[in-house]
């Protein structure tokens, strides 16, 4: 019989994996349409999972797109309170032929979880519901008051929980953020992530002639907006990397001597990063700098895709009447989505060549992220890191971003504990993504640990 909350969930491991399992078989794919009614679906399984286990006030939350799954447990008095975050969605399978089992079909295999979801973000996320349920089921309370948050739009920006959340309603109100959306450094080794990049995604559309004209006429005299789209993108960045965008780098607080000294203690090849998790024929970026500190500390720009023109079998010799590509920055700390935006689209309309016109649009941002190391939650985050895992916590940065982490802090004033379980080598939006089950047991029993250390 369970005599802790780390006991109940060892003993009730192969149910939460099933239970998992269940969800990941939702297809929530919140960029899709079609899939309007799987996000609902899932949200409203999470929703009835945390009214069974006794969490309270447990509602979902209309948005522009899929709804928010909110719900609460405030009796510890005098103790703090954590916001737990997560998301539901999933990003897009394709290309489905490149997944060895169906991606929305759960299958273990080699000691890990295969399915869409499995590590972003279900399975993280899941391992938050498992731990308050394993604390209310052996204590018939949790150690500090909790509220929780789950999104269904992450994936696709999160214009409606960040709406939500910059309103600043009450029941929102914490001492911190709980964020499991993170990786491991390493396998075994315990990480905190205490910085993310931030980001605009946007979309240039460069216009020519009023419809597509034949090559053959009027090639030479009518403009091709895909010849001035290339020109844009090559006047964006140098050969070696660096954004060309007047002032881009004014603003930006570089990584500390000690944290700089620390990155460098960590077990990180960069010959065998090259190898196994790009898989390029040699890595590129800012000369001078290493991988970890252009992959965390510096802003990025990359092109995503150039939809437009004739792209179909054979031939057909069109000057496409527009084209359009969609790119990316990411931001570190102290930079602006807005003024980085502004920065971009007045060079943009700078450089245009001759004989067009482009529209630079802005599809979502976020902000960057720093977060203080020593506070009272990282170092009750670190206690139980080392008991769960018998190892020190490193402490890192992510080149990603989650939005979410930075609306936090900017409308509510919350620092975010960033523990994720992940591994460098999960495959997240890409075929075959995958959970270590290990790492799934483990977070469970972390998280309850923390969640116990932080209500000290």
């Known amino acids: 019989m369970s005599t802790t909350a780390v006991d109940y969930a060892r003993e009730n491991h192969p149910r939460f994996l099933n239970e998992l399992k269940d969800l990941l078989r939702i297809p929530s794919i919140s960029t899709l349409p079609e899939h309007a009614g799987d996000c609902r679906k899932a949200a409203q399984k999470l929703a009835d999972e945390l009214r069974r286990i006794g969490m309270e006030n447990v509602r979902l939350i209309e948005t522009s797109g899929h709804p928010l799954v909110y719900a609460d447990w405030l009796h510890a008095v005098g103790k703090p309170t954590v916001l737990t975050y997560g998301h539901y969605d999933v990003q897009p399978a394709d290309p489905l032929e490149e997944w060895h089992t169906p991606p929305f079909e759960p299958t273990e295999r080699n000691g890990n979880l295969y399915a869409r979801g499995a590590v972003d973000d279900k399975g993280q996320m899941y391992m938050h519901v498992k731990a308050l349920e394993s604390l209310l089921k052996t204590n018939g309370a949790l150690p500090l008051n909790v509220r929780v948050l789950l999104e269904g739009e992450e994936e696709v920006g999160g214009e409606g929980i960040a709406a939500y959340v910059a309103s600043k309603p009450s029941d929102l109100n914490a001492d911190f953020a709980l964020v499991s959306d993170t990786e491991l450094f390493a396998p075994g080794l315990p990480t905190l992530c205490v910085g993310l990049r931030g980001m605009i995604y946007t979309e240039l559309e460069v216009r020519g002639a009023k419809t597509d ?189 989650i939005p979410i982490v930075g609306d936090f802090a900017k409308h509510l004033g919350l620092p975010s504990v960033m523990m994720g379980f992940g591994l460098p080598d999960d495959n997240l939006h890409a075929p075959n993504e995958k959970f270590h089950l290990k790492n799934f047991e483990l977070g469970i029993r972390s998280i309850i640990r923390f969640l116990e250390e932080a209500g000290r």
């Open 213 to 401: 004209l034949h090559s053959g006429i009027y090639g030479g005299a009518a403009p091709n907006p895909f010849v001035a789209l290339a020109q844009i993108i090559a006047r964006l960045k140098d050969e070696s990397g660096r954004i060309l965008i007047p002032g881009f780098y004014d603003d930006i607080i570089p990584p500390s001597a000690e944290e700089l000294a620390a990155w460098k203690s960590l077990p990180f090849d960069e010959e065998e990063y090259r190898r196994t998790e790009v898989g390029s024929k040699e890595l590129v970026g800012e000369p001078g700098l290493s991988v970890l500190e252009r992959t965390w500390a510096r802003p990025t720009l990359d092109v995503h895709g150039m939809p437009g023109g004739f792209i179909g079998a054979g031939a057909k010799t069109v000057i496409p009447a527009r084209a359009i590509a969609k790119i990316s920055m990411r931001l570190v700390p102290a930079m602006t989505p807005a003024k980085a935006f502004a920065q971009y689209k007045e060079y943009v309309e700078e450089i245009t060549p001759s004989g067009v016109e482009v529209q630079v649009r802005l599809i979502h941002q976020g902000d960057p992220c720093l977060i203080p190391v020593d506070n009272p939650y990282i170092h009750a985050a670190t206690r139980a890191l080392h008991e769960v895992w018998g190892k020190d916590t490193v402490f890192i940065r992510g080149g990603g971003s």
